[in-house]
């Protein structure tokens, strides 16, 4: 099996969980958090930075890469690893959530027909079709093709939804060729409902895949039902298998999924917002375009190690993104990618030391108090030191 989780310690008070990812390309370490390179790239940041920043996995769309340049020519050229030049774990995910949010789609029980966004040439992807897309493509970790339904969606559809889920999750598996060389997961759903969530974990277990997800979440139903989702899959799923969490991406959502024992995660907002010019630091969230960073020499975060905070001042990055300067969104990635990183690091410590409890309460009385959506809090953090 190309994919083997090893549970290392589990919390004794909450279900927080540090472990190994055993794959192809490397072992790595969880709690992890993997950036988003939709389309075969990180943007603005050369995968050598993201490596250096503390990237371990990267993820890829399906979707968009069977746009351009299409998964044949990804293989021809060696696949996704030598393709974008990266050298460590890579997980591509069905491209479902994709197709399902494109407007005009027709979902059957074959699968869904769609429009292209560039051209709107009609197309259909089913299991088969996104299977050998990631068959081609050749990443570490693949995912089921899964129906994403939309929050709110009533009881009714989602069990129907469910149930296509766990059809379409065997034929995912029928459709699998490189078994060897990539792990297949299968993706919970059920929307906010227990007992769906439920039903759904359970018949995905049986089919003994290498890893599970809890999918159908960061769809508009907040964090308080986010996290019930979590709550809803979790009891059901092996404690010998990793648990991934698609697409939740805030520091705090990040955390307390990870006391509700999910292990991977990946979301666009730390490179999305990092090329905004909005900077993740201890003390909260920093908005680099505000005015009085115009002449301030402190690093985006005082208590941050990462290149970017080494080398350059608030200053520096305030002037890169008054000016449009692209270099200012390659340093917002990197150091918004290394304190996630960091982040994750440090909730694994904390498991491995058994002081969850305490580390969550101090990273919160600082990242939820601070930042420059606290009052005043952007110039404390630095004329302080």
């Keep these: 099996m190309p994919i083997k989780y090893t549970l290392e310690r589990a919390d004794k008070t909450v279900k927080a969980r540090a472990g190994w990812l055993k794959t192809p390309h490397g072992e790595v370490p969880t709690p992890l958090f993997m950036p988003v390179g939709t389309q075969a790239a990180l943007k603005t940041v050369h995968p050598d930075l993201a490596e250096a920043a503390g990237a371990k996995i990267i993820l890829s769309n399906t979707y968009h890469l069977f ?93 129907a939804s469910v149930e296509r889920t766990l059809r379409w999750a065997k034929r995912s598996q029928n459709a699998h060729k490189r078994q060897a060389e990539q792990g297949l997961f299968g993706i919970v759903q059920g929307s906010v409902y227990a007992d769906l969530r ?15 997800a809890v999918g159908g979440v960061s769809v508009g139903e907040g964090h308080e039902l986010m996290m019930r989702a979590v709550e809803h899959s979790e009891p059901f799923l092996p404690k010998d298998k990793v648990r991934y969490l698609m697409g939740v991406g805030r520091p705090e959502d990040i955390i307390e999924a990870i006391e509700r024992g999910m292990d991977i995660f990946d979301c666009i907002i730390p490179t999305k917002m990092g090329r905004a010019g909005v900077f993740f630091t201890s003390e909260g969230k920093l908005r680099i375009h505000k005015k009085n960073y115009r002449k301030d020499r402190y690093p985006i975060d005082t208590a941050c190690g990462c290149a970017v905070c080494k080398r350059f001042s608030r200053a520096y990055l305030h002037h890169l993104f008054e000016v449009d300067e692209p270099l200012g969104k390659t340093l917002g990635s990197i150091h918004n990618i290394h304190f996630y990183m960091e982040l994750t690091a440090a909730a694994r410590m904390a498991i491995l030391e058994n002081r969850w409890t305490e580390w969550k309460k101090g990273f919160y009385a600082k990242y939820l108090k601070g930042g420059d959506e606290g009052e005043d809090s952007s110039q404390k953090s630095g004329k302080k030191r």
Aim: aromatic share 12%; net charge negative.
């Design 198 to 212: 439920e039903r759904c974990a359970k018949e995905l277990v049986k089919m003994d895949f290498p890893g599970y």
């Design 67 to 159: 746009l351009q340049p299409g998964p044949a020519v990804v293989a021809r050229l060696g696949g996704l690893h030598e393709f974008m030049g990266w050298r460590g774990p890579m997980l591509t995910d069905s491209g479902g959530f994709q197709v399902f949010s494109l407007p005009g789609r027709v979902i059957t029980e074959e699968g869904v027909r769609f429009a292209f966004e560039k051209g709107g040439a009609p197309t259909f992807m089913g299991p088969e079709e996104s299977i050998k897309a990631q068959n081609d493509l050749g990443a570490d970790i693949i995912m089921a093709f899964d129906e994403c339904i939309p929050y709110p969606a009533d009881h009714k559809y989602t069990a």
